[in-house]
């Protein structure tokens, strides 16, 4: 990933709104939602939830497919592990093992740090 790809993600996602969307669509997984139960959840006005849903996929942390007449949104995954890889991929100057002796908290208990997707080559690319 190159450094002005990661400065797109982190810009979309500084607002607190695009934030808590791209965390409800993580957790709703490979079946996303709807904009209507989007807006409905997070209690924002649809023109309003139009805008930031446009910025989201505008930096392609989100896709989105055409279900009739309604828009379903879903976070790409795939490249949220790009991320999460970039800004790590230097951990402890590269030597993995002195990363596990650090302190980790929160992270230990997040089944994403331990996918197999981190690191291998293909997250990477």
């Known amino acids: ?5 990661a400065v797109k993600i982190f810009e979309s996602l500084s607002s607190g709104i695009r934030l808590d969307i791209y965390r409800m669509l993580v957790k709703a997984g ?19 939830l139009s805008f930031h849903l446009k ?4 930096a392609e942390l989100l896709g989105v497919e055409q279900e009739g007449r309604f828009l379903r949104y879903r976070a790409n995954m ?11 991929e230097e951990c402890c100057q590269g030597e993995l093992e002195q990363c596990a002796s650090q302190p980790s908290g929160e ?7 331990r996918s197999p997707s981190l690191t291998s080559t293909e997250a990477k690319t």
Request: proline content about 9%; hydrophobic content about 40%; glycine content about 4%.
């Open 1 to 5: 990933m190159e450094s002005k790809t």
């Open 30 to 48: 490979s079946t996303g939602m709807v904009a209507g139960q989007i807006a409905s959840e997070l209690e924002v006005p649809p023109s309003n």
């Open 55 to 58: 910025a989201l996929v505008h």
């Open 78 to 88: 795939p490249l949220m592990f790009r991320l999460i890889t970039y800004l790590t």
């Open 107 to 113: 992270l230990d208990s997040n089944p994403c740090f």
